[in-house]
């Protein structure tokens, strides 16, 4: 079997599409499509159910996916390492969002950075968790930090940590509220108070309010700023209220630039996946950084 054809094949299966394949391998669209149909012919199968938007898999293009996908990622990897230069560093490349993979991730890997022989150079970008899974699964990436879980076999997930969600704003907010409100009144207390979010649809307030109040909160958004360290800034600067994860807001909990406005008996969570390609923890670069990632995390709390 070709394997030019089983590259194309694996990377029409990411992609979900012929025109997105034909873009990321420099082919033309009737090029992609007349691969794929050379190896439906050699396999005397089809491999994909052709839809408006894209194409779905088959049964049959699913498990030659699970079985191909790994060995050609592998085959990469020692084509772009090279095979005589024992000296140059492997490159990780790791995406995640930015907040996450800034304040957590990067301290904890740039420790296995360097030329010692088990290292290598890292390289990073950010996105939400829809971009950062589609760059896995295209090859972008090799390594991915996310909040969702992917669903089909060319991704594998490892839970990483969770992460306490804490509803903060400045202690002005407080004092103008009340405290005895704020204990009695719970929600509807912060009807009136500004929210900053990540977000027009604010993600994190709305899943706070849900998960603790049983509600919607009332207030709109005030500022809309997509970093939770800028959000975290501007509720320092006492724009309104914000929820953050505990570990971004602990030290500005600590010196009492914000305060928490609630203490509910089970704070609400989000996990965190270590994400890879299927079969791809065989590269000794990706699983030390995994191991790594997961040792640290296990400290994080």
């Given at each position: 079997?070709?394997?030019?054809?089983?590259?194309?094949?694996?990377?029409?299966?990411?992609?979900?599409?012929?025109?997105?394949?034909?873009?990321?391998?420099?082919?033309?669209?009737?090029?992609?499509?007349?691969?794929?149909?050379?190896?439906?012919?050699?396999?005397?199968?089809?491999?994909?159910?052709?839809?408006?938007?894209?194409?779905?898999?088959?049964?049959?293009?699913?498990?030659?996916?699970?079985?191909?996908?790994?060995?050609?990622?592998a085959l990469v990897e020692i084509a772009e390492t090279g095979l005589d230069d024992e000296s140059s560093l492997r490159t990780l490349?790791?995406?995640?969002?930015?907040?996450?993979?800034?304040?957590?991730a990067l301290p904890a890997l740039t420790e296995l950075t360097g030329e010692d022989g088990l290292g290598f150079a890292l390289r990073?970008?950010?996105?939400?968790?829809?971009?950062?899974?589609?760059?896995?699964?295209?090859?972008?990436?090799?390594?991915?930090?996310?909040?969702?879980?992917?669903?089909?076999?060319?991704?594998?997930?490892?839970?990483?940590?969770?992460?306490?969600?804490?509803?903060?704003?400045?202690?002005?907010?407080?004092?103008?509220?009340?405290?005895?409100?704020?204990?009695?009144?719970?929600?509807?207390?912060?009807?009136?108070?500004?929210?900053?979010?990540?977000?027009?649809?604010?993600?994190?307030?709305?899943?706070?309010?849900?998960?603790?109040?049983?509600?919607?909160?009332?207030?709109?958004?005030?500022?809309?700023?997509?970093?939770?360290?800028?959000?975290?800034?501007?509720?320092?600067?006492?724009?309104?209220?914000?929820?953050?994860?505990?570990?971004?807001?602990?030290?500005?909990?600590?010196?009492?630039?914000?305060?928490?406005?609630?203490?509910?008996?089970?704070?609400?969570?989000?996990?965190?996946?270590?994400?890879?390609?299927?079969?791809?923890?065989?590269?000794?670069?990706?699983?030390?950084?995994?191991?790594w990632l997961l040792l640290a995390a296990s400290n994080w709390a």
């Amino acid at each position: 079997m070709d394997l030019a054809l089983l590259r194309t094949f694996v990377t029409v299966h990411r992609a979900g599409s012929f025109t997105r394949a034909a873009a990321l391998l420099g082919l033309s669209q009737p090029a992609v499509t007349s691969q794929i149909r050379t190896l439906e012919r050699q396999l005397g199968r089809p491999l994909f159910l052709r839809q408006a938007r894209g194409v779905t898999p088959t049964t049959i293009g699913d498990e030659l996916a699970h079985k191909a996908a790994p060995h050609l990622d592998a085959l990469v990897e020692i084509a772009e390492t090279g095979l005589d230069d024992e000296s140059s560093l492997r490159t990780l490349h790791l995406a995640g969002p930015p907040e996450f993979i800034a304040e957590r991730a990067l301290p904890a890997l740039t420790e296995l950075t360097g030329e010692d022989g088990l290292g290598f150079a890292l390289r990073a970008s950010f996105g939400n968790a829809e971009e950062t899974l589609e760059g896995l699964s295209a090859g972008h990436h090799d390594l991915a930090i996310c909040t969702a879980r992917p669903r089909g076999a060319l991704l594998t997930a490892t839970p990483l940590c969770d992460e306490e969600h804490v509803l903060v704003a400045a202690p002005h907010w407080v004092d103008r509220i009340g405290a005895g409100q704020l204990h009695h009144k719970g929600a509807h207390a912060l009807e009136d108070v500004p929210v900053v979010e990540v977000h027009e649809s604010l993600p994190f307030v709305s899943r706070y309010w849900a998960s603790v109040y049983d509600s919607r909160p009332a207030a709109p958004g005030m500022v809309i700023v997509p970093d939770l360290r800028a959000v975290l800034a501007c509720a320092v600067a006492g724009a309104g209220l914000a929820v953050l994860p505990r570990y971004l807001c602990a030290a500005a909990l600590e010196c009492g630039e914000v305060v928490a406005l609630h203490d509910p008996p089970v704070p609400p969570l989000r996990t965190y996946f270590l994400v890879v390609r299927t079969g791809t923890l065989a590269m000794p670069h990706i699983a030390r950084a995994h191991e790594w990632l997961l040792l640290a995390a296990s400290n994080w709390a």
